[in-house]
């Protein structure tokens, strides 16, 4: 018989329910239930320093794709939640064990899919679950519609030409309440103008991106577009003048319209309701158009109907499209989203020709580079396969003294010698950044009074300053982080020896997709100057 061990643990602890401990009991089961199991039959997978909100998790990954290829006779827990704190998930992962006659056992609740009994509460289990997910949504759905008839602005950062107002209105009861609306940022609007002109001139976003980064048009938070910017900036329904022709066209999409007919004379603009949902991840998706709920906001319209329809036709058809060309995975590259250049963009993987050996090389190159066609950043590409063994070889030889892991205990142990209690550190590292702003302001007006000062010196040091600011609010982060977590600096070095413990011994056995999830858990940033690349362990 096959016999699997599944442990998991959120933090590294030493302490309570270890991974130790719960394969030690998992073990005993199997040992007390099957006298003849050897060894060699059970097979172990642990994911320390994983949450349980989703099952995301390398070696939970690992042995499902074994359990695919050749399925254990049984999975052993210690406890449910182990597996997933989402019912979804679980019942997700039932019904897969089902399909390949793979029984599943929790040592603490003692549920058993090889009973009648266990089967049946998995059955229940499953079916409260979906009740409730369904009542959710229903839920949902009601209290969007109720809120989408105000027209009112919910929260969150406001698009771009837009900003948060608070106003008072009368409810259907005759109520005054406060809401938020939208007031226009005619500066901010421009741009958005010039977007959708450029898109409707080019038909194209990327077209779009290298021009507004070669003209020098920055987002509100001063960094270039990106073309996921631009696209939601493009089908934002905010935008488009809300008239007959523009609600046509959203009734055509099926959106749910919340009883605005009369109302759409051409000067108002819309509200776009349940355009992104949250995955069990926490990341946000867009929905497709269907699912929105549109409303009429209280702000004007920015883009006449008919360019607004004209350039969601364009991006449609540019989609489909691409659906006769073959997809591209990515199955080789491990720095996706980790790689980056020291311009400070992003390197992403660009493949070549297979070799007569049918492997495909490829390089990691800049994004700005080749979006700005080398205008702002002109960095060589790097061979993706070297530098992805380079990072994995630094990885993998954690325990060396010279090594990356020896340079972020020495950090931390120099930051914890100061003292050990992160919310001093932190007030500490605020102080820091007053003095030093404070510090800005005397260079700034020490210019104005002295002609001996140069501009290039003072400008020289500010720059310096502001990177040492950058420098103290990213450390403030981390320790933030780490005191969300309730983990001590000591502890954070333990978690981070132990994650680089368990990549080296299941180094060997983890697919691709396995290796990149573990570097991004345990990896803040991989950066390439041109000739040497450096490894940043965590937020350092």
């Known amino acids: 018989m096959k016999f699997a061990i599944y442990s998991r643990k959120s933090r590294f602890t030493g302490k309570g329910e270890s991974i130790g ?29 994983y949450s349980g909100k989703n099952t995301k998790r390398p070696q939970f990954q690992q042995m499902m794709t074994e359990e695919e290829r050749e399925p254990f006779d049984l999975i052993v827990v210690y406890r449910l939640d182990r597996i997933s704190r989402n019912m979804a998930d679980f019942a997700v992962l039932m019904d897969k064990l089902t399909k390949k006659d793979t029984s599943f056992y929790s040592t603490n609740e003692r549920f058993d899919t090889s009973t009648l009994s266990g089967q049946m509460m998995m059955t229940i289990s499953a079916a409260f679950a979906q009740f409730e997910r369904q009542i959710i949504a229903e839920r949902v759905r009601d209290n969007v519609y109720k809120l989408a008839k105000t027209g009112r602005w919910l929260g969150g950062t406001p698009p771009l030409g837009f900003h948060a107002e608070k106003v008072e209105f009368v409810d259907d009861s005759g109520e005054e309440r406060r809401c938020c609306k939208l007031t226009e940022n005619e500066e901010e609007i421009e741009i958005v103008r010039l977007i959708y002109a450029k898109y409707l001139e080019t038909h194209s976003i990327t077209k779009v991106k290298t021009y507004m980064m070669n003209s020098g048009y920055k987002t509100r938070l001063n960094a270039n577009f990106h073309v996921s910017t631009l696209r939601y900036i493009l089908t934002n329904p905010t935008y488009c003048t ?74 449609e058809g540019n989609s489909e499209k691409k659906l006769g060309f073959r997809q591209s995975h990515n199955s080789v590259a491990l720095l996706s989203g980790v790689l980056r250049c020291k311009c400070g963009s ?8 297979a070799n007569k050996d049918g492997e495909k090389p490829f390089t990691y190159m800049c994004e700005l580079k080749e979006t700005s066609k080398r205008q702002q950043c002109d960095c060589q590409n790097v061979n993706g396969r070297v530098v992805d063994k380079m990072v994995c070889d630094a990885l993998l030889d954690y325990e060396n003294d010279s090594g990356v892991f020896a340079k972020y205990v020495g950090e931390i142990a120099h930051i914890g010698s100061k003292n050990e209690n992160i919310a ?30 140069t501009a290039e010196y003072v400008r020289d040091e500010i720059a310096q300053l502001h990177k040492e600011i950058g420098e103290a609010e990213n450390e403030i982060k981390r320790l933030e982080r780490l005191k969300k977590s309730g983990e001590t600096l000591s502890e954070a070095v333990n978690s981070t020896e132990e994650m680089l413990k368990a990549f080296k011994t299941g180094f060997d056995k983890m697919s691709v997709e396995n290796k990149r999830t573990f570097i991004r858990k345990c990896v803040s940033k991989v950066e390439w100057d041109g000739e040497n690349i450096s490894v940043f362990l965590l937020d350092r």
């Open 346 to 353: 992003y390197m992403r993987p660009k493949y070549y020709k």
């Open 21 to 49: 401990n719960q394969i030690d009991e998992c073990r005993r089961y199997i040992m007390t239930r099957f006298p003849d199991a050897k060894e060699s039959d059970i097979f172990i997978y642990e994911d320390e320093g």
């Open 242 to 315: 809300a008239d007959i022709k523009s609600l046509e066209f959203f009734r055509s999409k099926d959106c749910d319209i919340a009883d605005i007919d009369e109302k759409c004379n051409g000067e108002r603009g819309f509200i776009g309701y349940k355009k992104t949902l949250t995955q069990n991840d926490d990341k946000r998706e867009a929905t497709d158009m269907s699912e929105w709920t549109i409303a009429l906001g209280k702000h004007k319209g920015i883009i006449p109907s008919k360019d607004w329809i004209e350039v969601q036709n364009i991006i």
């Open 424 to 453: 001093n550190l932190i007030k500490n590292q605020t102080a820091t950044i007053a003095k030093k702003k404070k510090t800005i302001s005397g260079l700034l007006r020490m210019a104005g009074d002295d002609d001996n000062l």
